[in-house]
């Protein structure tokens, strides 16, 4: 880490008491989440007003953030995230595939059919994890790979909790190109599509990226990152007979995997 010009006072430094943390490691990571949360841009006194922190307490962490490498300061005097990020993130990203690998392969185990995890990443639709089928005919996505979330299970999955103004924002921001002739191009049947998500409890991409293939999807609850996990097979062996037996599964593999991960343990 390169060294800072700039440094947090003695009182920002001090424990945060009932944490029994450093204060001002806190307050950085929150105003970096609260940057995220912003849209990775953000004023100081936007800061100030979302965290109830003064000012100079605010500058003082961004001048030190800024000299590290994870905030830079922009020509218009707004703070966005850094590119020093970038690392930490796909560390992290890959460190989450590697502990979601044998919850997937239970997945595999009880379902037959190739298991998915996916994260969503900005605007678009990450695969972090994926162990495959055993069937000769099986699904196979590549990890690393993005696709946008309105033709996939798990893009449905991640999203159905967000507001429907952020829904249609992105929405905007990436277009509903068709993938098949099944996806959904329209964003007001995609909202309906993920109310019936939150109704069901699961996500359904039925031959909407890709004809042939049925996938299910839930989101991983309290995940440290908006997560989902899901399974695709050929539309023969995930009927709707098969939806009923999996998608109780999924749920259940995706409440130990939250477990697991907020306990920061491998399954």
């Not at 953000?42 to 003064?54: F, N, Q």
């Not at 009880?110 to 990450?126: P, S």
């Not at 996806?183 to 890709?210: C, K, M, S």
């Amino acid at each position: 880490m390169p060294p800072s010009s700039a440094s947090t006072s003695a009182a920002d430094a001090k424990p945060a008491g009932a944490s029994g943390g450093v204060q001002s490691l806190e307050r950085a990571f929150d105003l970096l989440e609260r940057m995220a949360d912003a849209g990775g841009e953000v004023g100081l006194s936007e800061l100030s007003a979302s965290s109830g922190l003064p000012l100079p307490t605010i500058h003082r962490l961004m001048r030190t953030l800024v000299a590290c490498g994870y905030v830079r300061q922009q020509p218009n005097r707004r703070y966005a995230l850094g590119p020093r990020l970038i690392r930490l993130g796909e560390s992290a990203s890959r460190l989450l595939g590697t502990w979601a690998r044998p919850f997937l392969a239970r997945l595999v185990e009880e379902t037959g059919e190739t298991a998915n995890m996916a994260l969503l990443d900005g605007d678009e639709i990450v695969y972090v994890a994926q162990v495959p089928s055993r069937h000769a005919v099986r699904m196979f996505t590549e990890v690393g790979r993005r696709v946008l979330p309105h033709s996939t299970g798990v893009g449905k999955a991640l999203l159905a909790n967000h507001p429907p103004e952020e829904v249609r924002a992105l929405l905007g921001r990436t277009g509903m190109p068709a993938a098949t002739e099944k996806t959904i191009t329209d964003p007001e049947r995609f909202l309906d599509a993920l109310a019936d998500v939150r109704r069901l409890g699961y996500a359904v991409d039925d031959n909407e990226q890709e004809i042939g293939v049925r996938c299910l999807a839930v989101p991983v609850p309290n995940s440290p990152t908006s997560a989902a996990i899901s399974i695709s097979g050929p539309t023969g062996r995930v009927t709707e007979a098969a939806t009923d037996k999996i998608v109780p599964v999924l749920q259940d593999v995706a409440a130990q995997l939250s477990v697991a991960l907020a306990n920061q343990t491998p399954g």
